[in-house]
């Protein structure tokens, strides 16, 4: 009787072990245990069937994320990514992370949001990983049209981590103003891309002398090219206005509807208190691309210099509907409210630039 009863309770105990459903503890080690032998699509599919356990284990999106990155499965790193960021929110490598993914999947919308939140987070990560997250911003920027502020990351980057063929080649792409990626370049604008960009990026890391020379023969080689004009002025602006205003004025010369060159006459001749001319530069700018904040911005800052507040609001209203986080915007139109008597509004606008301010520290 006691061997029926000991072979019993053997067999409903192993009849338990068949039955039960694995636990999150033997699934994660067995994930660990597969991707420490280097059987990837293992693993990947261990950590999955984890994170169907435990949605929230922060380690594991990191691994499998990783995972999938190196086996080039995008469209499964980049949900784990992304969630691995909502619920670490200060973590700049899980942003970067989700940004490089979405950039392999072409959601560029999408990428750069991810990565503009690393860089609110000022790239705290390894400097791999950080150099990786500037560049891919500066390209996501170049697809989606933003020139002028992919060209200023491409600065940060070039001061940081030095110059390197990657960043020449993006800031070349930018200075022209194209939504090219580096491999959509086409091969009739190559060489001007890398020449532009090799110029830049010699300005980028402060050698004057170097970049100076580039621009010089660049603008001998492309006499008719715009945006080498623009790009030589506005390199010579931060030594000598004078030279850089001919420069800029060419670029309009042969791109009338060229927009920064425009905001840069517009700001030049600001400074120089010429503020007919601003003006003229100021209101062609707003023309050519109402749906440019800068154009407002640097349009209404002249209508603030003339005296002209209600109009000068107007125009910054506009840029700030169009840039709600730009603290120029705001700190400009606080002014204008401010010459409107506008208290109430005025001290709006001037708490949510200190904000703004405060984030960019």
Not at 110 to 119: F, P, T
Not at 137 to 163: D, S
Not at 326 to 341: I, N, Q, T, V
């Amino acid at each position: 009787m006691r061997g029926l009863l000991t072979a019993f309770l053997i067999f409903a105990t192993a009849l338990r072990s068949q039955t039960a459903p694995p636990t999150f503890q033997s699934i994660s080690k067995q994930a660990e245990a597969a991707r420490d032998a280097g059987k990837m699509e293992q693993a990947l599919t261990l950590y999955q069937k984890a994170l169907k356990l435990r949605p929230a284990w922060d380690e594991g999106l990191w691994n499998l994320g990783n995972i999938a990155y190196d086996l080039d499965r995008y469209s499964e790193c980049a949900p784990a990514f992304r969630r691995l960021a909502d619920l670490k929110q200060n973590s700049a490598p899980a942003w970067t992370m989700s940004g490089l993914c979405e950039y392999k999947l072409r959601r560029f919308d999408a990428a750069l949001v991810s990565l503009s939140h690393a860089e609110t987070l000022k790239f705290e990560e390894p400097a791999e990983l950080a150099r990786a997250a500037r560049l891919h911003l500066a390209l996501t920027l170049t697809k989606l049209g933003i020139f002028e502020r992919a060209i200023n990351v491409l600065t940060e980057m070039t001061r940081v981590h030095k110059k390197t063929p990657e960043i020449v080649v993006a800031a070349g792409v930018a200075g022209l103003r194209q939504p090219w990626l580096p491999a959509e370049v086409p091969e009739s604008s190559r060489d001007l891309a890398f020449s532009l960009g090799d110029a830049m990026a010699s300005a980028m890391e402060l050698d004057y002398k170097e970049a100076t020379r580039k621009f010089a023969a660049l603008v001998e080689q492309y006499p008719q090219e715009p945006n080498v004009h623009f790009r030589y002025g506005a390199f010579l602006n931060v030594q000598d206005s004078s030279q850089a205003v001919g420069e800029i004025q060419k670029a309009i010369d042969l791109a009338p509807d060229h927009v920064p060159a425009l905001v840069g006459l517009t700001v030049i001749y600001m400074k120089r208190e010429d503020l007919d001319k601003a003006l003229e530069f100021g209101e062609r700018a707003t023309q050519a691309s109402p749906a440019d904040f800068s154009t407002h911005v640097a349009l209404g800052r002249v209508l603030l210099a003339r005296e002209n507040p209600a109009r000068a609001a107007s125009e910054l209203e506009a840029a700030v509907k169009l840039a709600p986080a730009s603290p120029e915007a705001r700190f400009s139109l606080a002014s204008a409210y401010s010459r409107l008597g506008r208290k109430d509004d005025a001290a709006r606008e001037l708490a949510e630039f200190k904000r703004l301010q405060h984030l960019d520290k």
